[in-house]
């Protein structure tokens, strides 16, 4: 008696997706040296107004931390839940902190 089962070949391997590779890291890189040139521009300025300034030396940081989370710590890519979740948290904290240092010291 011959107990061998025949085996079929298996077909449906899902693969994994192709690593993106260095093609994003170096636009990112690139992006976020061209916001830091022009925030340097805009501070040495003095034509522009200050609180311009402020502004558009936040939006650009915002930039610049949208695009550092997603491209160089790989939170757009799946399984980052939690990590997604303490950003969230941690940030939702730290306003409430600086709201509440804030509304000690001036009240």
């Not at 260095?22 to 890189?29: E, Q, S």
């Not at 799946?78 to 303490?86: K, S, V």
């Given at each position: 008696m011959n107990n061998h089962v025949?085996?079929?070949p298996v077909t449906n391997i899902k693969r994994r997706d192709n690593h993106e590779g260095?093609?994003?890291?170096?636009?990112?890189?690139a992006v976020s040296m061209v916001l830091t040139f022009l925030a340097f521009i805009a501070v040495l300025n003095e034509t522009l107004n200050k609180n311009f300034v402020v502004f558009l030396i936040l939006a650009m940081a915002v930039v610049q931390v949208v695009l550092?989370?997603?491209y160089w710590m790989h939170m757009k890519d799946?399984?980052?839940?939690?990590?997604?979740?303490?950003l969230i948290v941690g940030t939702f904290v730290m306003f409430t902190c600086v709201i509440m240092a804030v509304y000690w010291v001036w009240w």
């Open positions: 025949e085996e079929k260095p093609k994003y890291h170096f636009i990112t890189y550092q989370l997603a799946r399984g980052h839940f939690y990590a997604i979740t303490g």
